[in-house]
C-alpha cells in the first residue's frame, strides 16, 4: 500500500532538489556567461590567435646602369631554448632517421655546420638552464639554416635576421656607407635612410590546433612597406677603375690618400667618385682608421694649389679685364702692397719674363696670376668665388660634407687676397673643383652637382628627383677662352707629355698645394691635375688628388693617373676622336 | 472523415436515405484551417532542403579547410622558393661583381686594350692610335677589395688547360685565319663589340 502522505514528500524533496541543481547550473551560467564573459574569450582568443610580424624590405642602392651596390638579404639567426635541453640524449635526424643520440653529438653536428666552437654552444645552452631563449649563432645564411633545420632537433628554433650585402665590395664603399647589423651607420645609407628604409607590418591569424591558419581569421594590422630603391648616378665600372688608379699610383708615391673624381659636364651628374684608402661596407674591420670610411672628396677640403687658377682667369676675363693676350711683365718675387717681410713666389726660380695672360696659365705662375688678379676689386673677385660654388656646400649635400672656407671679406688681408685667387688661403674640396670645372666645360653654367639620381618608392614612382636647374657664373665666351687656355697648358705645359692622348684634345690644370700644419706651410704637398675631355665640346671633368706623396713632390705625381683615367672615360663614354686644332694662343710677348 | 464507431453521437441518418434532401454542406474552413493541415509535400521539401545545406555546409567547411592546408603549404613553398630565388640572386651579384669578372678574365689569360680606337662602319676607317694592350696602370692584378670573394669563384687553372688542349686538338685542321686577320687589323688590342 502506498502512503500518500510519503509519495508528496518524496515528491516535494525531488522538486527541491532539482531545484537547487537547475539554480546551481544557473548561477554557474550566469558566472560564465555574463560575469567572466569578457575574460574568458580574451583567454580564448590569446590560446588561438597568433601574431605574426611581416618583414619589409630595405631598398637597395644600384648605380646608373642598375648594376646593385647594397642590397638586403635574408640571414637566420639560430635560436634555442635551453629549457628544453636534456644533457644526455636528445633526438635528431641523422642518416634520414629521427633517432636519440647523445645531446653532445647534435651540439657538435650543429656546430660543425654553423662553424662555431662546440665549447662555446654548450656554455650558451648551460648557463641558464631555466632559460626559454639563447641564440646560438647570428645571421648564418640559406645554406645553413637549411642544415641546421634539416637536423630536427626539437630544442632548436630560428629567427628571420634581415641583413645587407655590398656584392661590389669596396667598389663604391665611400659612397654607399654601411649598415653593419642594425642600423646605417655612414655613407648613403644613413643620409637616405628615408628612402632606403622599411617598415615591418603586423597581422595575427587564428590557428587550428596543428596550427593552421583559419581561412578568413586573418587581421592585418599594419602593412609592411619595403624601402625605396636608390638611384645612383655612378658607373660601378668606372668607379673600379678610379679606385684602381688611384690604389696602384697612390701606394707607388707614398701618399697618404687620394680622391679621384668624374663629373658629366652637361648636368654636374658625377660618373665617379673614388677614394683610395677605402672601405669594403662587407668588411669594416679590414680598414681601421675611420677617416678611410667616407668620401674625402665631400668631407676633407684643402688648399687646392694651381687648379683654382681656371676660375681667376675665367673671372677676369668675364669681367672684361683681360684676355688671353694680355701683355704681364712678371718679376721674380712679387712683393707690391704686401705686409713687410712677405712675398709672393713662383714655382721656379726666374727673372723678369714677358708672358701672356695664357703664357701665365700656362707657367702656373703665381706672380702673374697674382698681378692680374689686382686688375678685379677684391669684393668681385670673391663674389665669382662664391658662384662657383666655393664657400658653400655642393648640391650632393653628401654626409659630413664641408663646405671649405673663402674667407669673408672684412677678414681677407692683403696676402690672402691675392693668394686666394691662386688656391693657397682658402680651402675646397675636390667636389667644389670638379664642380667649378664642370661650369667651365658647360659654357660657364653651373650645375647642381648630382649623386643620386632619384628614390625609386617600391610602387614605382620616382622621388627625390634633383633639381637640374643650372646658374650662370661667367658668360660663355669668358667659360669657353678659358677652356681654350687651358688647353695650351695641356699642350705646352710641364706635364703635357704625360697627359695627351693622340687624337684627343684635353684641357687641364695641374696643382701642386703646400700643406700648412699648424699655421705653417711644410714640405708636404698636395698634388693634382684637373681637366676637362674633349676639349672642343667639353663633355666630362676630371680631377685628381694625392696628398703627402713621399717620392715626388710635384703635380707630375698625378699625371699619369690623370691620364689613365681619361683613357678609360673615353672608352667607357665612347668618346669618339677630336676635330678641329689646338688654338694658337700666345704664350710670351 | 467518418463516425463509424462513434457511439456517443445519436446515429444520422445517411444522407443517401434522404434523397431530394438539400445538397451536401459542409463548414468551409477558413483559410487558416486549411493551412494549418498537416502536408507531406513541403514537410519532406523542407527536411530535405534542411538536411541538403547541412550537408552543404559540412561539405563547404571540409573544402574550406581543406583550402586552409593548401594555403598553408603553398604559402610555405612560395616562402622557400623566395628565400631560394633571394639567395641565387645574391650569388650572382657576387658572381657579377668586377672584381670576380676581372678574376677570371685574367685567368683566362686577358688583358685590358690600350689606347681607343674607332671604327666608322660607314667609311670602314679606323680613328685614334693604336698602343701595346694593358697600356693603362697598375698592371692587371686588382687592387679593389671585395671580401664577398674567396678565390673559389676563379676558374680552375686545370680547367683551362684542359679546354685549351681540346681546342688546339680540335683546330689543328688550321681555320683560324680569320681570327688572326682581326687582331692584325688592329694590333695589340683585343677586338671588342660595338654594341650598344
Known amino acids: 500500500m502506498i502512503n500518500p502522505r510519503g509519495t508528496r514528500r518524496r515528491l516535494a524533496l525531488s522538486v527541491i532538489v532539482v531545484f537547487a541543481i537547475v539554480a546551481v547550473f544557473v548561477v554557474r551560467l550566469v558566472d560564465i556567461q555574463v560575469v567572466r564573459a569578457a575574460s574568458i574569450t580574451e583567454k580564448a582568443s590569446e590560446r588561438r590567435t597568433i601574431p605574426v610580424t611581416t618583414y619589409g624590405v630595405r631598398g637597395s642602392i644600384v648605380d646608373a646602369n642598375g648594376v646593385v651596390l647594397a642590397d638586403s638579404v635574408e640571414r637566420f639567426d639560430i635560436t634555442a631554448a635551453p629549457v628544453n635541453v636534456k644533457l644526455d640524449k636528445t633526438w635528431m635526424r641523422k642518416d634520414g632517421k629521427l633517432v636519440q643520440v647523445p645531446t653532445a653529438e647534435a651540439i657538435q653536428a650543429i656546430a660543425n655546420i654553423t662553424s662555431t666552437d662546440p665549447n662555446v654552444l654548450y656554455a650558451t645552452l648551460t648557463k641558464d638552464p631555466k632559460s626559454k631563449f639563447a641564440y646560438l649563432t647570428k645571421a648564418v645564411t640559406l645554406d645553413v639554416f637549411k642544415k641546421v633545420r634539416a637536423l630536427q632537433i626539437p630544442w632548436v628554433y630560428s629567427e628571420l635576421h634581415p641583413s645587407r650585402t655590398y656584392p661590389n665590395g669596396a667598389i663604391a664603399g665611400n659612397l654607399v656607407g654601411f649598415f653593419p647589423s642594425d642600423k646605417p651607420l655612414a655613407g648613403l645609407e644613413l643620409k637616405q635612410d628615408s628612402c632606403l628604409a622599411s617598415r615591418n607590418g603586423s597581422s595575427t591569424y587564428e590557428s587550428s590546433a596543428d596550427g593552421i591558419r583559419l581561412p578568413g581569421s586573418t587581421i592585418v594590422e599594419k602593412d609592411a612597406k619595403n624601402g625605396g630603391t636608390l638611384h645612383l648616378t655612378i658607373d660601378a665600372d668606372l668607379q673600379w677603375y678610379l679606385q684602381q688608379v688611384l690604389s696602384d699610383q697612390g701606394t707607388a708615391l707614398g701618399a697618404d690618400w687620394g680622391n679621384a673624381m668624374v663629373v658629366r659636364v652637361a648636368d654636374g651628374h658625377i660618373m665617379a667618385d673614388a677614394d683610395w684608402p677605402t672601405v669594403d661596407p662587407n668588411h669594416i674591420d679590414g680598414t681601421p682608421d675611420p677617416n678611410n670610411w667616407g668620401a674625402r672628396s665631400f668631407s676633407s677640403p684643402f688648399e687646392p694649389g694651381s687648379i683654382m687658377k681656371p676660375a681667376t682667369f675665367a673671372s677676369l676675363l668675364d669681367a672684361g679685364v683681360i684676355t688671353p693676350e694680355t701683355h704681364v711683365t712678371v718679376p721674380g718675387i712679387y712683393t707690391e702692397g704686401l705686409p713687410a717681410g712677405s712675398k709672393i713666389k713662383d714655382s721656379w726660380a726666374h727673372g723678369d719674363i714677358n708672358m701672356t695672360a695664357t703664357g701665365v696659365l700656362m707657367n702656373s705662375s703665381n706672380i702673374g696670376t697674382a698681378i692680374l688678379s689686382k686688375n678685379l676689386s677684391l669684393k668681385k673677385r670673391h663674389a665669382y668665388l662664391e658662384a662657383f660654388g666655393f664657400n658653400s656646400d655642393t648640391a650632393v649635400d653628401f654626409l659630413g660634407e664641408s663646405s671649405g672656407s673663402v674667407l669673408p671679406l672684412d677678414q681677407t688681408d692683403s696676402i690672402t687676397n691675392l693668394t686666394q685667387q691662386f688656391g693657397q688661403g682658402m680651402s675646397a674640396t675636390s667636389a667644389q673643383i670638379a664642380s667649378m670645372y664642370q661650369t667651365l666645360g658647360n659654357g660657364g653654367v653651373h650645375m647642381p652637382l648630382t649623386l643620386v639620381s632619384g628614390c625609386e618608392q617600391a610602387d614605382g614612382t620616382m622621388t627625390d628627383v634633383p633639381s637640374t636647374a643650372g646658374t650662370r657664373v661667367v658668360s660663355e665666351s669668358a667659360a669657353k677662352t678659358t677652356v681654350q687656355m687651358m688647353e695650351i697648358v695641356a699642350t705646352q705645359g710641364s706635364v703635357h707629355s704625360v697627359i695627351s692622348i693622340p687624337g684627343y684634345r684635353i684641357a687641364a690644370k695641374t696643382g701642386t698645394a703646400e700643406v700648412a700644419e699648424g699655421g705653417v706651410y711644410t714640405s708636404d704637398r698636395i698634388v693634382s691635375v684637373a681637366g676637362l675631355i674633349p676639349a672642343e665640346a667639353p663633355a666630362y671633368a676630371i680631377v685628381v688628388t694625392f696628398a703627402k706623396p713621399d717620392t715626388m713632390r710635384t703635380s707630375a705625381a698625378a699625371a699619369p693617373a690623370f691620364n689613365a683615367i681619361m683613357k678609360q672615360v673615353i672608352k667607357t663614354f665612347r668618346i669618339t676622336p677630336s676635330t678641329g686644332s689646338v688654338p694658337n694662343l700666345p704664350v710670351t710677348w | ?196
Open chain 2, 1 to 196: 472523415m467518418t463516425t463509424y464507431g462513434n457511439t456517443a453521437l445519436a446515429p444520422r441518418p445517411a444522407p443517401a436515405s434522404t434523397p431530394r434532401t438539400r445538397p451536401h454542406i459542409e463548414v468551409a474552413p477558413t483559410r487558416a484551417q486549411r493551412r494549418a493541415r498537416p502536408r507531406l509535400v513541403p514537410a519532406i521539401v523542407t527536411v530535405a532542403g534542411i538536411g541538403v545545406v547541412l550537408l552543404a555546409h559540412l561539405l563547404l567547411s571540409i573544402v574550406l579547410a581543406d583550402g586552409a592546408y593548401q594555403i598553408s603549404a603553398l604559402q610555405t613553398e612560395q616562402r622557400d622558393l623566395l628565400r631560394d630565388q633571394q639567395a641565387l640572386s645574391e650569388r650572382l651579384e657576387t658572381l657579377g661583381s668586377t672584381q670576380n669578372l676581372i678574376a677570371n678574365a685574367s685567368a683566362l689569360g686577358m688583358v685590358a686594350s690600350g689606347n681607343p680606337l674607332f671604327l666608322n662602319a660607314d667609311t670602314g676607317t679606323v680613328s685614334g692610335s693604336a698602343s701595346a694592350p694593358g697600356a693603362g696602370l697598375a698592371g692587371w692584378k686588382n687592387l679593389v677589395g671585395n671580401s664577398l670573394l674567396d678565390g673559389s669563384t676563379v676558374i680552375d687553372p686545370a680547367a683551362i688547360a684542359a679546354a685549351k688542349a681540346a681546342e688546339n686538338a680540335s683546330t689543328e685542321t688550321g681555320t683560324s685565319v680569320e681570327g688572326a686577320s682581326v687582331v692584325n687589323t688592329t694590333p695589340g688590342t683585343i677586338p671588342s663589340p660595338q654594341t650598344h
